[in-house]
């Protein structure tokens, strides 16, 4: 089991900046893959972002590209989500999910295991 706890949400102002964090305990491997989703009211959950825990890759939505980075911090096992530029269509819960994918690509939700219990983005205009 893999326990995740996000922090770092928040009301900001459209045009500004927020770094949401993710740290991970229990059993944790390198060979997992840690990522954001988020799910704005009466919507799907989306796919933001994600990286391999193992080389680091990185994998991004189009509608985040630019303007997110996620990053991690391997001594805490920890990722970071720094989000710039943002608008309200960024607005929603932001959840943070681990897992092992097991074949399926960074950005499928099926391919985590593990969710936090999710951290609250607002933008206003």
């Known amino acids: 089991q893999v326990q995740l706890v996000e922090s770092g949400g928040g009301l900001v102002q459209a045009g500004g900046s927020l770094r949401l964090s993710c740290v991970a305990s229990g059993r944790f491997y390198s060979t997992y893959a840690m990522g954001w989703f988020r799910q704005a009211p009466g919507k799907e959950r989306e796919f933001v972002a994600a990286?391999?825990?193992?080389?680091?890759?990185?994998y991004y939505s189009d509608s985040v590209k630019g303007r997110f980075t996620i990053s991690r911090d391997n001594a805490k096992v920890m990722v970071h989500l720094q989000m710039n530029s943002l608008q309200a269509a960024d607005a929603a819960v932001y959840y943070c999910a681990a897992g092992p994918l097991s074949g399926r690509p960074l950005g499928a939700a099926d391919g985590y295991y593990y969710w936090g219990q999710g951290t609250q983005v607002t933008v206003s205009s």
């Open positions: 990286i391999r825990w193992s080389g680091g890759s990185t």
